[in-house]
């Protein structure tokens, strides 16, 4: 099935950086998600800053900041996947050059805390910020589907990333009917909040807002939902997307609504929510471009 897709980009001639913005990962990992992407064809070259040690970080915040400038203006490069995620992503937000980084857009791609990055960056980027697997993810293993749909992504192939769009929406949950048109922004829920208020903070009038979280206790999820809520983030968007929130802990927090009910709680009743959408940690990891227009009719998501 997958050699469809890779016939679809010339993926022998894209060469993939690999960067550490955040923590650090085993060198066996390291290898193994190279081996994972080469296996599809592309050349894999690995920033060697990603082998530093600076406490859990892949080196001090200079060092990180500067490989992936370096990703982005080597003319060699023609994407830049992340390592993983973790934490240190929102330290390299001062030390970018976002002219720079405006003057050589390519796709940048990966989850988590990386989510900061693809916010502050995709007004430079367009369609090419992407929430989806980092290269700790292709070692651990990337469902089918998912890396299709990253390939028709990287190719422009719209009328194949909606055909695999439609044949994951039996797993969906619909929370709420409605049609609604939008770009796409959003990522991980405690990045999402932690960006308000700074430089890199972003809008959400008339987007889908997509969410997910990982190992976050109940209450501190609820209070994430309540400050995008308190900042008017949610009561303008066109539409909700609910991903995977692994390992929610209540802690002995007896709260009287579920996550969902949470959220469904802060928005208009005229908003169409989505559950159970293949995005998160431990799961499934489908791609989002982070602007990219999502449209849901009737029947059906699909991606302008």
Not at 223 to 233: C, E, H, K, V
Request: hydrophobic share 45%; glycine share 10%.
């Amino acid at each position: 099935m997958l050699n469809t897709f890779i016939d679809k980009i010339p993926v022998a001639s894209q060469h993939i950086r690999v960067v550490a913005p955040a923590y650090r990962l085993d060198a066996h990992l390291i290898d193994s998600g190279v081996n994972a992407l080469q296996s599809l064809g592309f050349t894999v070259s690995v920033d060697p800053r990603c082998y530093d040690t600076y406490g859990k970080l892949a080196g001090d915040d200079a060092s990180r900041a500067a490989a992936l400038m370096a990703a982005f203006t080597d003319p060699q490069v023609d994407i830049i996947v992340t390592l993983r995620g973790g934490y240190g992503c929102t330290r390299l937000l001062p030390h970018l050059d976002y002219h720079s980084i405006a003057a050589h857009p390519k796709p940048l791609i990966g989850y988590s805390d990386v989510t900061a990055l693809l916010l502050a960056l995709h007004p430079l980027l367009g369609r090419h910020a992407i929430h989806g697997p980092c290269l700790e993810s292709f070692a651990r293993g990337v469902h089918e589907q998912d890396i299709g749909a990253l390939l028709a992504l990287l190719a422009g192939d719209n009328h194949t990333y909606n055909g695999l769009l439609n044949s994951v929406a039996a797993g969906w949950r619909r929370l709420r009917d409605g049609v609604a048109r939008g770009p796409l922004i959003g990522g991980n829920l405690s990045l999402l909040a932690s960006l308000i208020g700074t430089p890199q903070d972003y809008c959400t009038d008339g987007c889908w807002l997509f969410v997910e979280d990982w190992q976050e206790p109940h209450y501190r999820i609820d209070r994430l939902i309540t400050q995008l809520s308190a900042s008017g983030r949610l009561s303008v968007i066109a539409g909700l997307i609910i991903g995977d929130f692994e390992r929610i802990s209540r802690l002995g927090e007896d709260l009287p609504l579920s996550l969902e009910q949470g959220l469904l709680a802060h928005l208009p009743d005229s908003i169409p929510v989505i559950a159970n959408f293949p995005l998160g940690h431990a799961g499934r990891q489908w791609p989002l471009p982070l602007g990219g227009v999502l449209c849901l009719d009737a029947q059906r998501l699909h991606f302008n």
